[in-house]
């Protein structure tokens, strides 16, 4: 019997895939596309991350794509619908980080997100923080605010 992996959509403006530099079969890459996007547990993903990095350091893409990996694993954990950013609209416009819970959050839950980024702001629809307020390291305190929850 196969187990069916809840999807979350994760849709962060970043560069995330493996490049063809680092694979240069296409196949392969798709079978790594597909075999990385089986797994549920983070420990097998961080293995897998790590027998890869053996051949030497990562390119950034594919750091990228680990990290979306991880954050749907702990997205799938605390049942998040998903991890989107948006834009404002004018000359200052923003980027913004919105989570969106398929349930509300405990009051305890929501407090260990502002320990490591203390400008979240949370409705029962999605919790949400502009992307500057999480600072040059955004993706880092993003990942560690949904680990958080677990």
Not at 38 to 58: H, R
Not at 100 to 122: G, R
Not at 142 to 150: M, Y
Request: aromatic share 8%.
């Amino acid at each position: 019997m196969v187990a069916i992996i809840p999807d979350i959509n994760v849709d962060l403006p970043l560069e995330a895939r493996i490049p063809a530099f680092f694979e240069p079969s296409k196949e392969k890459r798709i079978e790594l596309y597909h075999e990385w996007a089986l797994i549920d547990d983070l420990e097998e993903l961080n293995n897998a991350q790590a027998e890869l990095a053996k051949a030497g350091a990562l390119p950034k893409a594919l750091e990228n794509l680990f990290t979306i990996l991880r954050l749907k694993i702990f997205g799938r954990k605390i049942l998040l619908k998903g991890i989107d950013t948006i834009s404002g609209f004018g000359p200052a416009a923003e980027q913004t980080v919105v989570i969106t819970p398929s349930a509300p959050l405990s009051p305890k839950q929501f407090a260990k997100m502002l320990d490591i980024a203390p400008l979240w702001e949370y409705s029962t629809e999605e919790i949400k923080i502009k992307r500057s307020d999480l600072g040059s390291d955004w993706l880092k305190k993003l990942e560690a605010s949904i680990k958080n929850l677990i």
